[in-house]
């Protein structure tokens, strides 16, 4: 049971906010408002931390939930089968990507991924809730929200389904936040989105904003920060790639790029726009140090760093892949993210760095 809202959690969401604008996230007196506003332990009432090594809640009831709830954290709020699958995540995340919306009053918002409700709440406070739409894959998690944001006094639209299928025609989109992660963007979310309207979108391991031009193309650049969401799924489903146990036969030569080098958060970030879909493992020795690391992908490719060599398997040779991407990436001087932008059509998409002639290297795994 969560706790009503009160003279500590108003403290709490006032301090909050403080932070987020000190930090330099909350940039608008509409944004700052919701989130002093908007008590994210009624959409939060119980999360999930990990302790040797199971799952266990965390409520009002337990020590320091007020603090993690009111903090500037992403919790886990679903698990399935042992995996996350849901969550709230990180406020300042949340609401830099809320201010890159630039919304407007009486501006019509959709949301993909509904989550908790926190996020739809935080929208319903700025633009009131007849102006938006949220949609949600998993129906039970719809369900619970639309009941919180009935509790908090809002009734948006609620809907469960799938937000890649796109949004209803009777709701006209001027702006579209989704806070669950693609790797590829589906054109058809975005169908419902005006002329001129802004599509703020996690793409890999980045954060795009978008544009709709009046031909239908989506284009703009990624935020400068990092990006770490849940990825998009199927309800029911934990939303990972399969790892290719029977990946074969392989072939082996010498490593020419360090494990260390491809890890590193802003390769990792453009190691992201040229692969495509991947999931990726590191393996340490009792010391910490990263001793092999693996790579694979939907296809069934497998590349796997080990001693030196890598051994290969699969339609795409990961391992090449990275490497001439990250060859690329140096010969530009190690640009920052905020350099990186997204072309989006029905046809086709490719990312690219300052200007869309200059793409980013990719697999042919990747829709280009």
């Not at 299928?165 to 005006?194: H, Q």
């Not at 590193?264 to 393996?283: I, N, P, Q, W």
């Not at 140090?289 to 890598?310: F, I």
Request: net charge negative.
């Amino acid at each position: 049971m969560s706790r009503p809202d009160n003279e500590a959690t108003t403290a709490l969401r006032l301090a909050l906010a403080r932070q987020l604008t000190n930090d330099g996230v909350l940039r608008s007196t509409g944004w700052r408002k919701a989130v002093e506003e908007t008590p994210r332990h009624l959409y939060v009432p119980v999360f999930y931390r990990q302790a040797n090594g199971a799952w266990e809640p965390v409520t009002a009831e337990s020590p320091g939930y007020f603090d993690a709830v009111y903090g500037d954290n992403a919790l886990t709020t679903q698990v399935t089968d042992g995996h996350s699958t849901s969550s709230s995540s990180q406020p300042s995340l949340m609401l830099d990507m809320l201010e890159a919306l630039d919304v407007e009053d009486g501006d019509k918002v959709g949301e993909g991924a509904t989550g908790t409700g926190y996020n739809s709440g935080l929208i319903c406070h700025r633009v009131g809730d007849r102006n938006l739409i949220t949609i949600e894959v998993d129906a039970t998690l719809a369900r619970i929200a639309e009941a919180r944001l009935r509790a908090c006094g809002y009734t948006p639209r609620v809907v469960a389904g799938d937000a890649r299928d796109g949004f209803p025609d009777d709701f006209p989109l001027d702006r579209l936040i989704v806070t669950c992660g693609f790797d590829t963007f589906p054109y058809a979310l975005a169908k419902g989105v005006r002329r001129g309207g802004v599509v703020v979108c996690p793409l890999g391991r980045g954060t795009a904003r978008l544009v709709m031009s009046g031909n239908g193309v989506l284009e703009g650049r990624f935020l400068p920060g990092g990006s770490y969401f849940m990825k998009a799924r199927a309800a029911g489903a934990v939303g990972r790639v399969p790892y290719p146990h029977d990946a074969g036969p392989f072939t082996a030569r010498t490593a020419g790029t360090d494990i260390a080098l491809l890890r590193g958060e802003m390769f990792r970030f453009v190691g992201s726009l040229a692969l495509g879909e991947f999931s990726d493992a590191t393996e340490l020795d009792h010391d910490g140090s990263a001793v092999g690391y693996r790579v694979w992908t939907p296809d069934g490719s497998l590349a796997h760093v080990e001693g030196g060599t890598v051994r290969q398997a699969g339609p795409r040779k990961l391992w090449d892949v990275l490497e001439l991407a990250h060859t690329w990436f140096q010969s530009h001087g190690n640009p920052s993210r905020d350099r990186f932008g997204t072309t989006i059509s029905p046809h086709r998409q490719f990312h690219w760095l300052d200007e869309p002639g200059c793409r980013v290297p990719s697999g042919a795994g990747a829709a280009d």
